[in-house]
């Protein structure tokens, strides 16, 4: 069954519009009912729907051609493990009715997931046999079973009947709204962090940088990920930290004291930066990171702790080495990474200072031991003892 139907988003008004309605009384210009009725009718308009019904089977040839994009580069990374996906599949053998998935038409026959991708996922990777029930509770005699080891009329089921209703953003909606859409859906369970939210409204080709140079090798070891259900990469945090350098590169003399404001600016500004922006920022991210490699190695972004180094990343000092790294003249690299055994015995030194220490582990979003951090570590690298 399909159904198709012009609907607006769901749009209140704020608080702040509403205090700019007065009465007639007031004296004061108003607004009219035609102005609200119009304002209303747009909404209606921005969004045109299609709704769905479908089968397992169905939905899992789609992903298999690459008709539905489970991955865009505006969804979250997390993942269902898989009991959750079991419990999924257990819940369309028992009939017991699941929320639709949402999708985006990209292009004809081009589909990207707005929201439902953790099910969309679960049931291709079902129906492909990639994973046997498990920790199954109301439903016990199909543990462990794949789907080509169910009972014939099982597999038919889930082959034919159409479980899932998928409701379909179509081509000629609004893009803006479009994103509203999954910026409100992705809300309304688990709230998005601030990078999650800036993948999604500031999508554009600097976001695509980000994401390109969130997966250098030296950056994602550092930060421990070592596959998609590593925290760090489903929370987006190597993503962040790209940005942060970037942001901090530009600002940090006259840093704003607020991590989360700057970096938003930052996005906001760069958005859609040209190709030559661009290529100055990917040299300038991996000329630093391939420098703290080469000088500091497995032990960059990390503070000593007794004779050797504590396994941890601290922001603060990735702060420090990233950003004086960036500001080292081509002469001045040369030698700095000639002499790393001193820069390394010079960065230990660092830490016998309660100021530097302080710079790098504790409120490190004030603007004064930003400075600090990046200037000490700068001398540092440039072998200034004093």
């Avoid at 509203?180 to 800036?198: D, I, K, M, T």
Wanted: aromatic content about 10%; overall charge neutral.
């Amino acid at each position: 069954m399909v159904e198709v139907a012009s609907c607006g988003a769901s749009r209140r008004l704020r608080r702040s519009d509403l205090n700019s309605y007065h009465t007639a009384d007031s004296g004061e210009n108003v607004a009219s009912f035609e102005d609200i009725e119009k304002r209303f009718e747009e909404a209606q308009n921005a969004l045109v729907l299609q709704a769905s019904d479908l089968s397992l089977e169905t939905i899992a040839s789609m992903v298999s051609s690459q008709s539905i994009d489970v991955a865009p580069q505006f969804q979250r990374r997390e993942r269902w493990d898989i009991f959750r996906q079991s419990a999924l599949i257990e819940s369309f053998l028992l009939n017991i009715p699941v929320p639709p998935v949402y999708l985006s038409e990209e292009e004809f026959g081009k589909y990207s997931v707005i929201d439902g991708k953790q099910r969309i996922t679960a049931v291709h990777d079902y129906m492909r046999d990639k994973f046997q029930l498990s920790g199954v509770t109301r439903f016990p005699e199909v543990e462990r079973l794949r789907f080509s080891q169910l009972p014939e009329t099982l597999k038919n089921a889930l082959m034919v009947r159409p479980y899932i209703r998928a409701i379909t953003i179509l081509r000629q909606s609004n893009k803006g709204t479009k994103f509203e859409v999954f910026h409100r859906l992705n809300s309304g369970g688990q709230p998005l962090n601030a990078q999650e939210v800036r993948n999604v409204i500031f999508r554009g080709p600097l976001n695509d940088l980000l994401l390109e140079l969130s997966s250098e090798e030296f950056l994602r070891k550092q930060l421990k990920i070592r596959d998609s259900r590593t925290s760090a990469y489903r929370d987006m945090q190597d993503v962040e930290f790209v940005l942060r350098f970037l942001t901090l590169r530009e600002t940090w003399e006259n840093f704003s004291g607020d991590f989360k404001r700057s970096m938003d600016n930052f996005m906001s500004r760069h958005q859609y930066a040209t190709n030559e922006e661009l290529d100055q920022y990917r040299a300038s991210f991996q000329l630093s990171l391939a420098m703290c490699a080469s000088i500091w190695g497995d032990n960059a972004f990390k503070r000593p702790e007794k004779k050797g180094w504590r396994d941890q990343t601290l922001a603060g000092m990735y702060d420090a080495q990233m950003v004086a790294a960036t500001l080292l003249k081509p002469e001045e690299i040369q030698v700095a990474v000639q002499r790393r055994s001193d820069i390394i015995e010079m960065s230990r030194r660092l830490f016998e200072d309660p100021d530097f220490e302080s710079a790098v582990r504790v409120a490190t979003n004030t603007p004064a031991k930003l400075v600090l951090r990046v200037s000490d570590m700068l001398r540092v690298l440039k072998l200034d003892s004093k």
